[in-house]
């Protein structure tokens, strides 16, 4: 009697370890439609959101072929038009794959939170998607260009950002960073911006530049130069390169600097009771392409290569951060949480007025360039007779 | 598990002897009549050699020489036996009353000459290939040793063939394989019992194992365990085998069997006890512990560094092909977000217009591995090639041209299939458990592969091998034990071979 009592009990207690875990979910996997990318337009109206995704279609057939085919449907909040879709295909929509989602323009100016939300609360989208805005009207124009050009723009847009590292282009986000950034006190958030080109007849997107956030709405955009100015402050450059113009006498004459290293520090520093942040950068760059005969690469043709390619890039970096503080009044930079960081007391004084006072910041930059090469060539080409 | 020995104790008085058939025969004084006993128990067996001859001096030494044609040598009958009696002058040596021990002493010349009274042990010499020599006016009999019946060669074991290590393989005859493992182990304490068993077949084994080597308990053990067995005939080793394991229903062994010499005389060093049994070129040693399903001979003669490499990618082989099945069917079942996206993609390809479920395509091709590898086994070697062809090409290429199974089903078979092969040892093990598996990853995915991960551990830790436990040296880090598991100590640090330990008490153990 004991005995089957306790096997009683331990089936019952498997039985529930088994029945209650809510892992009964068997599905083939070739009911399943792999959504790639998704899209996220207002709808004229404006009451409602349109939401597109990009499929990949697999061919049945003796080689497997796969296409990109977009869909969009309307509903009033973005499962509402998940679950429309899922009514018109036949195959399950299924997000776990998914690389990209693209925010329209008045999506974003209305407030990223209210889309994201979705996009992180839902469990089968993964944190780790990129989050751009498109420049376009649309949004989902972006990936309507997948079905045109043979290839899961998607997919493509993916592996364009994560080399953003090396291009230094557009600021690469993943969900949960925006989601940090969007929460985190003295930091404001940017996304990439994402917009169409034309190359060679063909439409294709194109990520370049930054879309420039206040709280969780869309304020303007920088361009590439400027965004690339915004990476080196950040600390998120790795490589690309520096186009730096002759000076004096050689004002044509181009040099391209390839950015081998850079290490950028800022330092809040604390003067008479004002706060100034010193951005010091420290990059290694290779000579790469002298558009002309003259010497950059003996020793005081370097120096002067050096020092005006400093001063340039000072000059450069510290009109983004004036347009910034003047133009969105957004710490896009982070300012605000390296002094969180580095100085927490003088942080909780100023951490309500943080607002105001990022706007009259003094920002002073300290750029510090070392020509480590001159790649294959030790001079510049001659011209003889 | 032990209860179940002691149960049948009770049952057993019944089969005592079946042979009481003689037992009231008796040998008489007359050659004639003794004959006639012995025809009359050999009816209807026309193996039996009965040849009367007469010493040419001495009329009284009438005798007659009984053997079963074919299990013996008859040279040495003629020489020995008849050609003494037959030619010597034994009318000086003999007197009266004593023709019996003079022929036994000073005739006959043989190493083992044996007097006997007893019917039952006449016949029995007789079967066992041994010469009965019946003397007009006695009532014993002589029994000369003149076995010699045909042995196969010693040979290399066809089934545990080495690259490297000694290449010979123990025979059909027990006194052959005895000897093998005696030239192994030149060592007094080495010892040989005798055992018989079968109430028809009288089939003789040999249990082996070095004193003060091997645990006490283990032998009683064993022991107890072959006297409580009760079977009419023992036709292989694989009958005892089964008869003394541990877990009579578990698809794991708890006693293993060799051909190799090589590998006996090292399992002897580690304690461990042997069994020879006649007729049976598999030699059964115990206890038996899981990781050595993960051993092979080669892998003491190599260098240690590679036998590491070979267990661990052992080790892996038969994780693949208990779990890879399962694991396909749960990830592109239940979790496709774990599965990389090209790789998806790929699946999602090749799965498309395929008509049946994955669960159903990986039972499927799972049978048909079996069948053709057991249909491969049986085969003689010229059909075998057809067992591929159609194997490789029907089944493999055109049930992929034709959409019946998709192609990664049948790659994830064809590892499974492989790999199950890279420990030969397993037998019904990985099959049993890939099925259970596949049920319970079919049933909940990844959740249910664990659950049944669990289970088997469970299983495993409460199994022993003769009161040794089955995992040891795995489970725990203990400097003794782990010498000869996954890794093999270089024997520059090895003295003695790692001995078993045993466990106290482990029949209490059970009994709780």
């Known amino acids: 009697m004991k005995s089957t009592s306790k096997i009683l009990s331990v089936i019952l207690i498997l039985a529930n370890t088994l029945f209650l875990a809510g892992c009964w979910n068997y599905r083939e996997i070739d009911t399943l439609r792999f959504v790639a990318g998704i899209a996220i337009d207002k709808s004229e109206t404006g009451d409602q959101y349109l939401l597109t995704v990009e499929t990949v279609d697999i061919k049945n057939g003796g080689e497997s072929i796969m296409n990109s085919n977009t869909m969009t449907v309307a509903g009033d909040t973005l499962l509402d038009a998940k679950k429309n879709m899922d009514s018109i295909s036949g195959k399950k929509l299924y997000f776990a794959h998914t690389r990209i989602a693209v925010l329209s323009q008045d999506v974003a100016k209305e407030g990223a939170v209210k889309v994201i939300d979705w996009l992180a609360r839902n469990a089968e989208l993964r944190e780790d998607i990129e989050v751009l805005v498109s420049q376009e009207s649309t949004a989902k124009e972006i990936l309507e260009t997948g079905s045109k050009t043979d290839q899961i723009i998607s997919f493509e847009l993916d592996k364009v950002l994560k080399n953003q590292k090396t291009i230094a282009n557009a600021p690469e986000k993943e969900l949960w960073t925006l989601i940090n950034d969007l929460g985190g006190s003295g930091i404001s958030a940017v996304l990439p911006l994402v917009s169409l080109k034309k190359v060679n007849s063909r439409t294709l997107p194109s990520v370049t530049g930054t879309a420039v956030f206040k709280k969780d709405k869309l304020v303007g955009f920088l361009n590439v130069d400027d965004t690339r100015d915004l990476l080196f402050i950040q600390n998120k450059v790795d490589g690309g390169s520096l186009v730096q113009n002759g000076e004096g006498d050689n004002a044509g004459t181009k040099v391209s600097l390839k950015i081998l290293e850079n290490r950028t520090k800022l330092k809040p520093i604390e003067k008479d009771g004002n706060l100034e942040i010193s951005i010091e950068i420290k990059t290694t760059v290779a000579i790469d392409e002298i558009e002309g005969t003259e010497n950059y690469i003996d020793e005081p043709g370097r120096l002067r290569l050096e020092k005006s390619a400093e001063e340039s890039m000072k000059k450069s970096l510290e009109n983004v951060v004036q347009e910034v503080q003047t133009k969105y009044n957004s710490d896009i930079f982070g300012f605000g949480a390296k002094v969180k960081a580095d100085m927490p007391g003088t942080w909780k004084e100023i951490e309500t007025l943080w607002g105001g006072k990022f706007k009259d910041l003094k920002v002073s930059v300290h750029p510090e360039l070392t020509i480590k090469n001159s790649a294959a060539f030790s001079q510049p080409l001659r011209i003889g007779d | ?512």
């Not at chain 2, 079967?127 to 014993?140: A, P, R």
């Not at chain 2, 192994?184 to 040989?192: E, G, H, V």
Request: include cysteine; charged fraction near 20%; proline fraction near 5%.
């Open chain 2, 1 to 512: 598990m032990f209860s179940f020995f002691r149960k049948k104790e009770e049952k057993k008085a019944k089969t005592e002897n079946q042979s009481v058939l003689s037992a009231s025969l008796k040998l008489t004084n007359s050659v004639e009549a003794n004959i006639k006993l012995f025809k009359d128990i050999f009816t209807n067996d026309d193996t039996l050699i009965v040849r009367n001859f007469q010493n040419k001096y001495l009329k009284a030494a009438a005798c007659c020489v009984i053997y079963i044609d074919g299990m013996v040598n008859t040279e040495v009958i003629n020489e020995n036996i008849i050609q003494p009696i037959l030619g010597g002058n034994l009318k000086e040596e003999i007197s009266d009353g004593n023709l019996l021990e003079e022929l036994q002493y000073k005739v006959i010349a043989s190493s083992d000459v044996k007097e006997a009274a007893n019917i039952n042990d006449l016949v029995e010499s007789a079967i066992n290939g041994d010469t009965v020599l019946l003397v007009e006016g006695y009532k014993q009999a002589l029994i000369v040793s003149t076995k010699g019946w045909q042995t196969r060669p010693i040979d290399e074991p066809l089934a545990e063939r080495v690259v490297r290590g000694p290449r010979e393989g123990f025979v059909e005859s027990l006194i052959i394989n005895l000897s093998l493992i005696r030239r192994k182990i030149k060592n007094p304490d080495l010892k040989f019992q005798f055992k018989e068993l079968g109430s028809s077949t009288k089939t003789k084994i040999c249990l082996c194992y070095i004193e003060g080597v091997a645990p006490e308990k283990v032998l009683q053990e064993l022991i107890h365990r072959l006297d409580n067995i009760e079977i009419d005939g023992i036709m292989d080793s694989g009958y005892i085998q089964e008869l003394i394991k541990d877990a009579p229903l578990s698809p794991l062994e708890t006693v293993a069997s060799t051909e190799r010499p090589d590998n006996v005389a090292g399992k002897l060093l580690e304690g461990r006890i042997a069994i020879v049994v006649d007729g049976s070129p598999f030699v059964l040693t115990l206890p038996f512990l899981f990781v050595e399903y993960f051993h092979a001979d080669e892998d003491y003669y190599n260098d240690s560094l590679f036998t590491t490499v070979s267990r661990t990618l052992r080790m892996i082989g038969t994780f693949a092909a208990i779990f890879l099945p399962a694991i396909y069917v749960s990830l592109t079942t239940f979790h496709q977000e774990m599965i990389p996206t090209p790789l998806l993609l790929s699946i999602t390809a090749a799965r498309q217009g395929t008509p049946f479920p994955t669960i159903l395509e990986a039972v499927i091709m799972g049978f048909l591995f079996e069948i053709l590898r057991e249909t491969g086994t049986r085969m003689p070697a010229p059909i075998g090639q057809t067992v591929v062809i159609v194997g490789a090409l029907v089944l493999g290429g055109a049930a992929i041209e034709a959409r019946f199974i998709s192609a990664p089903m049948v790659i994830v078979s064809g590892l499974t299939g492989i790999t199950a092969l890279l420990t030969v040892k397993f037998k019904s093990f990985p099959i049993i458990l890939r099925l259970l598996l596949l049920f319970l990853a079919f049933l909940m995915g990844f959740y249910g592969i664990i659950f049944g991960l669990i289970g088997l551990v469970i299983y495993f830790m409460q199994m022993r091998s003769y009161g040794v436990p089955y995992l040891l040296g795995t489970t725990a880090f203990d400097e003794n034990n782990i010498k000869d598991t996954v890794t093999r100590t270089p024997w520059r640090q090895v003295h003695f071979h790692p001995r078993l330990p045993v466990v106290e008490n482990h029949e209490s153990d059970h009994r709780k």
